[in-house]
């Protein structure tokens, strides 16, 4: 399971410092959001998620911003690891039932 | 419980061929979800099965994709005949309720010659 690859959006860290990953959503109907991680060769990994009634949620090191406003995510990784390289993607629940990705966010974190 | 569970992990094959991919989703999920990932496209949900029922393969790119899901313990994806350009991996995810807390399997990556 590699995934989309070489023209993902990328993002590099310093081992130790706060990342944010940002995604915009297409549908203003969603009701429900899902940030998800993928590691080389591995399927989607669920991190947290987050209802449109709410707009933060918080994890273990992870926290979700929404902001229906503007149709905006966010997934913020605090104290970012090496372990935490991989590709993220939100994933929104539309009206019609169906949970759609966006195109995925490469965190390369260095130690 | 081992997870979502896909088979084969690799599989090459030559134009004209048909493919199966198989899965076994979690004990007692209730939903299964077939997902195509490709650099160019992302993840496209292709089919989902709600009790082992299809309720929507508007995703399915053509005839030569099918899907079924013979009892709740096992789906398969088929393509007949296999194309260059349906090279892929292929995910198969189950949940307890539609859209909460996908659970995916490692995937089959599907290469046509």
């Known amino acids: 399971g590699e995934s989309v690859g070489l023209h993902l959006p990328t993002l590099s860290v310093q081992e130790g410092d706060n990342s944010i990953i940002n995604c915009a959503y297409s549908n203003s109907a969603s009701d429900y959001f899902i940030w998800y991680k993928q590691e080389s060769g591995k399927g989607p990994q669920f991190i947290i998620d987050?209802?449109?009634?709410?707009d933060k949620r918080q994890g273990q090191r992870v926290t979700v911003l929404l902001n229906k406003t503007v149709k905006h995510l966010s997934l913020q990784i605090a104290a970012t690891q090496p372990g935490d390289s991989a590709v993220y993607f939100c994933?929104?629940?539309?009206?019609?039932?169906?949970?759609?990705f966006g195109t995925g966010t490469r965190l390369l974190v260095s130690p | 419980d081992a997870g979502v569970i896909q088979s084969p992990r690799h599989e090459v094959t030559e134009m004209g061929q048909e493919v199966t991919l198989r899965c076994k989703p979690i004990?007692?999920?209730?939903?299964l979800f077939w997902y195509r990932q490709t650099m160019m496209r992302g993840l496209e949900l292709l089919i989902y099965?709600?009790?082992?029922?299809?309720?929507?393969d508007s995703g399915m790119p053509e005839d030569r994709f099918s899907a079924k899901m013979p009892n709740a313990s096992f789906s398969t994806l088929k393509i007949q005949p296999s194309e260059p350009r349906d090279s892929a991996v292929y995910f198969c995810a189950s949940s307890l309720r539609q859209g909460y807390g996908y659970t995916f399997g490692s995937g089959t990556r599907l290469t046509v010659v």
């Open positions: 099965f709600n009790n082992n029922v299809p309720i929507d």
């Open positions: 004990s007692g999920h209730d939903y």
């Open positions: 994933a929104e629940r539309t009206g019609f039932q169906k949970l759609v």
């Open positions: 987050i209802r449109s009634n709410m």
